[in-house]
């Protein structure tokens, strides 16, 4: 018989996996309530016509795209079948795709309830997406995203949030060493009018690449998309420039003096930067803390129209775990124009396989239970149960070991499963009310009652 596999790109998670992901995730979810964004969550698959065209098209090649149900070649046109081309076969075969990520399907959202939902609107939702990407170290094809997005506002205070919820979520993830990029979309189109092109969208997709394929291979591809060499040369003098943000600012005031586009970028830019700087005026901790002005930062999603975000972590062999972005014109390809949207997405198996290389998983994310019950007899084993349903009342982690088995074995059972404390119940514990609590990592034992018992796993 042939064993089973997964497909390439997925993966299955354990107990121990699980416990780490979902360290990750509460906390995520804790900093997104506390900034006032709201649970959301949409269906896997979307009607294709809702997901192609949103993402360049670079992106529409990676869409997973679901076959009709039925016999789905019955109707299809013969010539189009004989010539074997899948994209003009696409849309009479399937009607749907799994969504690329969790942006397009909350503008949907956005639309089909803007009469229910007060504005701004601002939502969070965690949830897997699927991209048909060739996988590798950090690339999967089912991931999980975890975004926030606020729509109905122009107020640049919604991308100064982002980045104090960056900041937040690497904070309680025990993650120190990152770099959050920002830039502008605006900054970038004042770069394309610098070639004298109009192709906006092949200058941002190749950009997009300048880290993964190097500066020579991203002027290849610009060549070979009609940019002139003097155009080239011309944003490459500037996305070569060094120097602190301030300096970058100011020398691109000098490049932009001729670009409306740049200067939109560079006024926005510095009112984020201002309005961060107000928000550390208060505090004790610097809100511009970690960010940095990167001029090559393109993000390769062409919905974005404003301020983009990035954000790595330093000293890792892998990419972005966090991106985001302003997009003022995706709700109106679904006929719901003017209504300006910003977001950040963060990506939990990137996250992850991050935290495993830097080792920054704290103990307690792989506990599954605070304490253990351990007995001797049926008689001892009946009395655990009522001890179990006092801690659990009192929200405590327990499981009680259940089987008759010797005390060794059941203390095996709960190191196996790191279960940091275990309650010993013999006859004389079941006579007296005065439990033997055993840690399991000090190796050291206590007798308590069951209240002081509850009131020592609380504490510590």
Known sequence: MEKPTLPKGTRDFGPAQMAKRQFIFDNIRKVFQKYGFQPLETPAMENLTTLTGKY??????????????????AEVDNEKFVSKNSKLLTFDISEKGLRYDLTVPFARYVVMNRHEITFPFKRYQIQPVWRAD????????EFYQCDADVVGTDSLLCE???VLMIQEVFGALGILDYTTKINHRAI?????????????????????????????????????????DKGIDA???????????????????????????????????????QLLQNYSSTGSTNANAHVEFDISLARGLSYYTGCIFEVKINNVAIGSVSGGGRYDNLTGVFGLPDVSGVGISFGVDRLCDAMEELKAFPEEARISSKVMIA??????????????????????ATEVYPDQAKLKKQLDY?????????I????????????????MQKGAQQQLAIDAIAEALKNN
Not at 202 to 211: E, H, T, Y
Not at 424 to 439: A, R
């Open 414 to 422: 709960a190191n196996k499963k790191m279960i940091p404390f275990v």
């Open 188 to 228: 970038l189109s004042g770069l394309a009018e610098l070639t004298g092109s109009q192709n906006e969208s092949s200058l941002f997709v190749a950009i997009d690449k300048l880290d993964k394929i190097g500066e020579e291979k991203v002027k290849e591809e610009l060549r070979s998309r009609g940019f002139e």
């Open 235 to 273: 944003v490459f003098s500037i996305l070569n420039f060094k120097g602190t943000t301030e300096e970058k600012i100011n020398f691109l005031t000098t490049q932009f003096a001729n670009s409306e586009k740049g200067k939109k970028g560079l006024t926005d830019l510095q009112e984020v930067l």
């Open 160 to 162: 100064a949030d982002i």
């Open 134 to 141: 060739r996988p590798q170290k950090g690339r999967y094809r």
């Open 375 to 396: 007995h001797f007899d049926e008689s001892t084993f009946h009395y655990s149960l009522g001890v179990a349903r006092q801690l659990r009342s009192r929200g405590i």
């Open 424 to 439: 010993v119940i013999g006859s004389d514990e079941q006579k007296s009310g005065l439990l033997t609590l055993k840690d």
């Open 56 to 73: 360049g098209e670079e992106g529409d090649q990676l869409l997973f795209k679901i076959l009709n149900s039925g016999d789905f070649l």
